[in-house]
Nanobody, 123 residues
Framework: QVQLVESGGGLVQAGGSLRLSCTAS????????MGWLRQAPGKGREFVAA????????YYGDSVKGRFTISRDNAKNTVYLQMNSLKPEDTASYYC????????????????WGQGIQVSISS
């Protein structure tokens, strides 16, 4: 069973920071591209960030470039999303995701998903 478990969400005021974590099990973590997508109520799922399995190449959605940083620790089977300068429009459910495929630009359709974690930004 592949399982992705997110943690670190919550409520923060605009301009603040949060760090999301996702711990994976049931897969060979170092062989997978890991990333994050988000979905706000009434909106479609949006690509946030991804990081490749070995070379450290990262990808970001345009709306979060310069504010969010993705990283991974293969020894801990964990991927992180550091979110700075948060805005009310960042409010969404954030989903950890994994796939063997690499993103193409900001297009990514991962095979595995976590349950999601809520991030709420107050103005």
């Amino acid at each position: 069973q592949v399982q992705l478990v997110e943690s670190g969400g919550g409520l923060v005021q605009a301009g603040g920071s949060l760090r999301l974590s996702c711990t994976a099990s049931g897969l060979t973590f170092s062989s997978y591209t890991m990333g994050w997508l988000r979905q706000a109520p009434g909106k479609g799922r949006e690509f946030v960030a991804a990081i490749v399995s070995s070379a450290g190449r990262t990808y970001y959605g345009d709306s979060v470039k310069g504010r969010f940083t993705i990283s991974r620790d293969n020894a801990k089977n964990t991927v992180y999303l550091q979110m700075n300068s948060l805005k009310p429009e960042d409010t969404a459910s954030y989903y950890c995701a994994a796939d063997r495929r690499l993103p193409y630009g900001s297009t990514w359709t991962p095979n595995y998903w976590g349950q999601g974690i809520q991030v709420s930004i107050s103005s």
